[in-house]
């Protein structure tokens, strides 16, 4: 199992762009979450899905879009990149929610400029 | 808003020495989960321990969680050098995980 993995490792980005942050995972989890990490913060809850065609916000949501059409695939897209998003995003899942052990992927650094 | 809050925030000891760290949480919770990251990496879970447990145990690592005082704590004894990371913990409550910013730990060889 390659467990969750996230593509891009890195992007740079110059305000107003938009992209997509891709995360996968083969463990056939429901639920599935993104996370900003900025310094001194720790890990702040952006969107979540408890399974295929649900999704939910989190604390941070503003700027942020999720959908969830397969079990695998949980995407992220920033619709208008602002220097305040810079950050490193953390997709993680686990079987069914957040009471659970987290499953992280590897992380993608996203700057801003 | 975040619950969990680790105290010290950053700690440097000696290999073969033990490292204790502190989360504090605001409301009641269910469990309590601990994770390591090493630096650029993701998160890796080490210890969950549910609100009704009060110590556990996995390998070199030794968690306590009391309710009473809304804290909890991790133990590494015999730290070695693989052990420096920052390490989180995340509190479970009301359907919600929320996370500490974590607590840096260097292991010096």
């Known amino acids: 199992n390659a467990g969750v993995t996230q593509t891009p490792k890195f992007q740079v980005l110059k305000t107003g762009q938009s992209m997509t942050l891709q995360c996968a995972q083969d463990?056939?989890?429901?639920?599935m979450s993104w996370y900003r990490q900025d310094p001194g913060m720790g890990l702040r809850l952006i969107h979540y899905?408890?399974?295929?065609?649900?999704?939910d916000q989190g604390e941070v949501p503003n700027g942020y879009n999720v959908s969830r059409s397969t079990t695998e695939d949980f995407p992220l897209r920033l619709l208008s990149a602002a220097p305040s998003q810079t950050s490193v995003y953390f997709c993680?899942?686990?079987?069914?929610?957040?009471?659970?052990?987290?499953?992280f992927g590897p992380g993608t650094r996203l700057l801003v400029l | 808003s975040q619950q969990g809050e680790e105290d010290p925030q950053a700690l440097s000891i000696q290999e073969g020495e033990n490292a204790t760290m502190n989360c504090s949480y605001k409301?009641?919770?269910?469990?309590l989960q601990w994770y390591r990251q090493n630096s650029g990496r993701g998160l890796v879970h080490l210890i969950l321990?549910?609100?009704?447990?009060r110590e556990k145990h996995s390998g070199r690592l030794r968690v306590t969680l009391d309710t009473s005082k809304k804290s909890s704590s991790l133990l590494i004894t015999a730290s070695r050098a693989a052990d420096t990371a920052s390490y989180f913990c995340?509190?479970?409550?009301?359907?919600?995980?929320?996370f500490g910013k974590g607590n840096q730990v260097v292991v010096i060889p």
């Open positions: 463990m056939n989890h429901e639920y």
């Open positions: 321990i549910r609100s009704n447990e």
């Open positions: 993680a899942s686990s079987a069914f929610g957040p009471q659970e052990t987290q499953y």
């Open positions: 899905s408890v399974g295929a065609g649900i999704t």
């Open positions: 409301t009641s919770i269910n469990n």
């Open positions: 995340a509190a479970y409550g009301n359907n919600r995980l929320a």
